[in-house]
Structure formats: C-alpha cells, structure tokens
Nanobody, 123 residues
Framework: QVQLVESGGGLVQAGGSLRLSCAAS????????MDWYRQAPGKQRELVAT???????NYADSVKGRFTISRDNDKNTVYLLMNSLKPEDTAVYYC?????????????????WGQGTQVIVSS
C-alpha cells in the first residue's frame, strides 16, 4: 500500500504564514508529480499547486506569489509554504500524488490522496 499523510494545518490570522507537509510512505518505487488541492465549504476541490519530479512547478492564479511548493525526494515529502494568507484561503488542504509502486506489494501506478488538513485564516 501507499499512504500520504499531511500535517501543519491550523488557525492563523490574515497576513500570517503556515507550512504544510505531506509525507508519502509504503511500497514506493518512484513519485512523479505531487499536488496540493484545497476544498472550501460549499465549493469544489481545486488544484492549488503542482511540482514534478524534476522540480517544475505550477500554481493557481489565486495563490501565485504567495504560496511556494517544494519537495524533498529523499524523504518522499512535499511542502506548501503559504505566506500572506487571506480568509479566502480557508479550506481543507489535500495532498495528492502519482506514485509508481516498487513492484512488491504495489504494482503499477497509484494516485492516492491524503486525509486532509484544515487551514483557517481569520480576518
């Protein structure tokens, strides 16, 4: 099996910062892209940022210049540094990835999701 576990959410005032982490574990052969999504109450889940295995990044327009996605390939971990937070950034943030199994207990490609971590930005 393969798992993604997020951490780092919480309550912060507008203008503040938070750093989210997501660690992948299990029968991992390689990890292609890693994403952060978010879902606010009553809204659809939206893509926030993506990072490829080579380090290329893409961001939603709403977070460009404020959020930075990065990854540590040795630790199979992706991070999301969120600066200048706004109340509209309030959401549950989910980690997602494309992972190829190591061929033992996991064969082929999986697209797991983390359990989510809550971010609340107060005005």
């Amino acid at each position: 099996q393969v798992q993604l576990v997020e951490s780092g959410g919480g309550l912060v005032q507008a203008g503040g910062s938070l750093r989210l982490s997501c660690a992948a574990s299990g029968s991992i052969g390689s990890i292609n892209f890693m994403d952060w999504y978010r879902q606010a109450p009553g809204k659809q889940r939206e893509l926030v940022a993506t990072i490829t295995s080579g380090g290329s990044t893409n961001y939603a327009d709403s977070v460009k210049g404020r959020f930075t996605i990065s990854r540590d390939n040795d630790k199979n971990t992706v991070y999301l540094l969120m600066n200048s937070l706004k109340p509209e950034d309030t959401a549950v943030y989910y980690c997602h990835a494309e992972i190829r199994g190591d061929g033992t207990r996991v064969v082929g490609v999986l697209w797991p999701w983390g359990q989510g971590t809550q971010v609340i930005v107060s005005s």
